[in-house]
């Protein structure tokens, strides 16, 4: 199934663009002088194309805002971030807006439908906002791949809250993004379809050669990446390959308080 297993542990130098995300000595400061919040403290982290990565840390140790960072929803306070090999603070917002729009698919765990459109409208609304036009074919096509073929003019409450993620992928994946980002995408899930939602997240590594980096605080989902990487504090203090449920469990009992 793991066909695509990037090799994490390549030299790390090497074209930018065999790295489908990447951060240089990135920090994020909130707040004034005296009362700051270092969300991330010089993180450095290369994402190798076509792999799927999971990050683990307590609340409030930064993943959320790595995310933002890294899709450039967030401008880092210092340090530099790439997507594929476009340097995000390089861009202008118009420049950056379209980057995100082309490149990129976001999934949340409050998965973000607009409830008062149907599923294919909300599905489809990215390819709108981008000016693309609609192929039905691709369009009906994902729908069919989140198992959703026949839930086209259904509106978001009238679907259960796994259908709904799987809405918020389909509208992730409905652009075609080499990367698919997604922060605790399966935190308000059952079991069953956390399951679905991650087997989906792994046909994009495995099948379409997209790369998902997802934030979690579930060992179980963690299991379904290629690598986990811990952060605490805002900095990376550890990563885990061809991780188990049991092994990052394990690990996360000696990294501190988790919520
Ligand atoms: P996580 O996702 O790991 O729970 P976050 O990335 O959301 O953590 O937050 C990291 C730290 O940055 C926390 O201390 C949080 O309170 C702080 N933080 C995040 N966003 C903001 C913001 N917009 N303003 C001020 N502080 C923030
Ligand atoms: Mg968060």
């Given at each position: 199934?793991?066909?695509?297993r990037?090799?994490?542990?390549?030299?790390?130098?090497?074209?930018?663009?065999?790295?489908?995300?990447?951060?240089?000595?990135v920090?994020?400061?909130?707040?004034?002088?005296?009362?700051?919040?270092?969300?991330?403290?010089?993180?450095?982290?290369?994402?190798?194309?076509?792999?799927?990565?999971?990050?683990?840390?307590?609340s409030?140790?930064?993943?959320?805002?790595?995310?933002?960072?890294?899709?450039?929803?967030?401008?880092?306070?210092s340090?530099?971030?790439?997507?594929?090999?476009a340097?995000?603070?390089?861009?202008?917002?118009?420049?950056?807006?379209?980057?995100?729009?082309?490149?990129?698919?976001?999934?949340?765990?409050s998965?973000?439908?607009?409830?008062?459109?149907?599923?294919?409208?909300?599905?489809?609304?990215?390819?709108?906002l981008?000016?693309?036009?609609?192929?039905?074919?691709?369009?009906?096509?994902?729908?069919?791949?989140?198992?959703?073929?026949?839930?086209?003019?259904?509106?978001?409450?009238?679907?259960?809250?796994?259908?709904?993620?799987?809405?918020?992928?389909?509208?992730?994946?409905?652009?075609?993004?080499?990367?698919?980002?997604?922060?605790?995408?399966?935190?308000?899930?059952?079991?069953?379809m956390?399951?679905?939602?991650?087997?989906?997240?792994?046909?994009?590594?495995?099948?379409?050669?997209?790369?998902?980096?997802?934030?979690?605080?579930?060992?179980?989902?963690?299991?379904?990446?290629?690598?986990?990487l811990?952060?605490?504090?805002?900095?990376?203090?550890?990563?885990t390959?061809?991780?188990?449920?049991?092994?990052?469990?394990?690990?996360?009992?000696?990294?501190?308080?988790?919520?």
């Amino acid at each position: 199934m793991r066909t695509h297993r990037g090799d994490q542990r390549g030299t790390a130098e090497g074209f930018a663009s065999t790295h489908a995300l990447r951060l240089e000595g990135v920090s994020k400061i909130y707040g004034h002088a005296g009362h700051e919040v270092r969300a991330l403290d010089n993180v450095s982290v290369r994402i190798p194309r076509s792999t799927f990565t999971a990050i683990m840390g307590p609340s409030g140790s930064g993943k959320s805002c790595l995310l933002r960072c890294a899709a450039g929803l967030d401008t880092p306070t210092s340090g530099s971030s790439w997507i594929g090999d476009a340097r995000l603070d390089r861009l202008d917002e118009k420049q950056l807006t379209r980057l995100r729009r082309q490149r990129v698919g976001f999934v949340f765990q409050s998965f973000n439908l607009i409830p008062a459109l149907s599923v294919w409208d909300n599905v489809t609304l990215p390819l709108r906002l981008a000016g693309t036009r609609h192929d039905r074919t691709w369009v009906t096509d994902v729908l069919h791949r989140v198992g959703l073929g026949d839930r086209a003019d259904h509106r978001p409450a009238q679907l259960s809250g796994g259908q709904q993620q799987r809405v918020a992928i389909a509208r992730a994946l409905v652009t075609r993004p080499d990367v698919v980002l997604g922060d605790e995408p399966t935190g308000s899930l059952d079991t069953i379809m956390a399951r679905q939602t991650l087997d989906l997240l792994r046909t994009c590594v495995d099948e379409t050669g997209q790369t998902v980096v997802m934030v979690t605080h579930d060992p179980v989902a963690a299991s379904f990446a290629d690598t986990v990487l811990f952060l605490v504090d805002g900095c990376f203090v550890g990563r885990t390959d061809a991780p188990t449920a049991d092994g990052v469990a394990e690990r996360m009992t000696r990294l501190g308080a988790w919520a």
